[in-house]
């Protein structure tokens, strides 16, 4: 099955069940959002399920499914939990944002992006059973694995023992590599985060893409801080497949690195946190303060980001909001 295939399989359960859900909330949402907007939705949603129903859905229909799909599910959200809900609002600057959200004389404006396309096809990759026999090392790191050839008999047998030795001495950020009989690179372990276990956890290395997709995160977050409406609380919310949410999560806070400014945790000898490479990092882009992240899947839900805690009693209602509707 080829990926586009698999990507329709995922969206159109999706489809279904927000077609269901605005069908049978359409009498309730009608007093919460204007009518004539409820109807384009269905009718985007009704276009949506035919086109992923067809056999030659091209690329670019495919992205338009997703982005519908995002914007949809959001305003679905907003609107089961009760919020007067205004679609594109204009700024003072001549932008839009996507929704402003009402309840209990709080606001939230709501800024609806789709993951980079790229983000959305998932990688399948897996672990080789030898080499989980590493998860034996006593330490909370998450370990990437990556291999390009296979390792038998004693090249194998070498590269785990040194691997051992390494990863009970490794700081995050550090690789070893292994080479075969005719010294090609074969194998390569690299330290990527902390983990919240006590022992190592292998991973399959996706960093090429992982690599590729930080960047490409980062400038849908920044696009989405040109849209703010200034003086307001802005909550970003990207839609993506599961697959994306450790890179938006990367893009949005900073690289894993080790702290030395703050505590480690009992029991342990290094302090691990975020870099400055992150879109929140330093006093940057301070009006920015929520953040979500949504798996464009039936049964989802959002996983919520805040920045910083709350000063004023007003903002502690708004972060309640977004809690009520994000969290």
Avoid at 67 to 84: K, R
């Amino acid at each position: 099955m080829s990926r586009r295939a698999d990507e329709r399989t995922i969206l159109r359960p999706l489809v279904a069940d927000l077609a269901r859900r605005y069908q049978d909330g359409e009498a309730g949402w009608q007093e919460l959002m204007d009518r004539k907007v409820l109807r384009k939705f269905r009718r985007q949603l009704d276009e949506t399920g035919e086109l992923l129903a067809e056999q030659d859905c091209t690329p670019q229909q495919l992205d338009r499914a997703r982005s519908i799909c995002a914007e949809l599910l959001v305003a679905a959200q907003l609107l089961d939990t009760g919020c007067f809900v205004e679609h594109e609002v204009e700024t003072p600057t001549g932008k839009h944002v996507d929704f402003r959200a009402l309840k209990d004389n709080v606001a939230l404006h709501v800024h609806v992006k789709r993951a980079p396309q790229t983000t959305l096809r998932d990688a399948q990759a897996s672990v080789p059973p030898a080499w989980r026999a590493l998860e034996d090392v006593p330490r909370g790191l998450v370990v990437a694995l990556s291999l390009s050839r296979n390792l038998r008999g004693r090249p194998m047998h070498a590269a785990l023992t040194e691997s051992f030795a390494f990863l009970e001495q490794a700081s995050v950020g550090e690789e070893i590599s292994f080479k075969d009989a005719e010294a090609r690179t074969a194998a390569r372990l690299r330290v990527i985060a902390p983990s919240t276990g006590t022992r190592v956890e292998i991973v399959a290395d996706l960093s090429a893409g992982f690599d590729e997709h930080v960047p490409r995160f980062q400038a849908t977050l920044r696009k989405a801080f040109g849209q703010f409406m200034p003086r307001g609380e802005n909550v970003i919310v990207v839609c993506g497949s599961a697959g994306g949410i450790e890179a938006f999560a990367t893009a949005l806070l900073g690289s894993h690195i080790q702290r030395w400014d703050k505590r480690p945790r009992v029991g342990e000898l290094v302090a691990y946190g975020r870099g400055g490479d992150g879109f929140w990092a330093g006093s940057m882009r301070n009006q920015s303060r929520l953040a979500a992240y949504w798996t464009l899947a039936r049964g989802s839900g959002p996983l919520l980001f805040l920045r910083e805690a709350v000063n004023t009693k007003a903002e502690s209602r708004q972060i309640a909001l977004a809690r009520s509707i994000f969290a």
